[in-house]
Nanobody
């Protein structure tokens, strides 16, 4: 079992940047595929980035491709989401999620563990 704690959210102006962090408990972080999702009020949870447990593969939807970058540091049990050129429509609660030995997936149902979320607000 793994516990996930996100941080780094906040209020930023459009065009600005934020870096989210997600720290995982446990000694087997390197065996988890990690994903970042977001959920805005009244909307479904949306996949925004994923990195495979091997670390060699990443995936982004078109909505964030070229603006968001996911990375992981297995020595620190941490996955990051660097968000640049933020837009008001990026406003949401952001969650990290973990899938043990999983393939990269965009469906939230594939992920076994979730953090509590961190809020990102982008003002226009």
């Amino acid at each position: 079992q793994v516990q996930l704690v996100e941080s780094g959210g906040g209020l930023v102006q459009a065009g600005g940047s934020l870096r989210l962090s997600c720290v995982a408990s446990g000694r087997t972080f390197s065996t988890y595929t990690m994903g970042w999702f977001r959920q805005a009020p009244g909307k479904e949870r949306e996949f925004v980035a994923g990195v495979s447990w091997r670390g060699g593969s990443t995936y982004y939807p078109d909505s964030v491709k070229g603006r968001f970058t996911i990375s992981r540091d297995n020595a620190k049990n941490t996955v990051y989401l660097q968000m640049n050129s933020l837009k008001p429509e990026d406003t949401a609660d952001y969650y990290c999620a973990a899938d043990h030995w999983g393939n990269l997936a965009t469906n939230p149902g594939h992920y076994d563990y979730w953090g509590q979320g961190t809020q990102v607000t982008v003002s226009s």
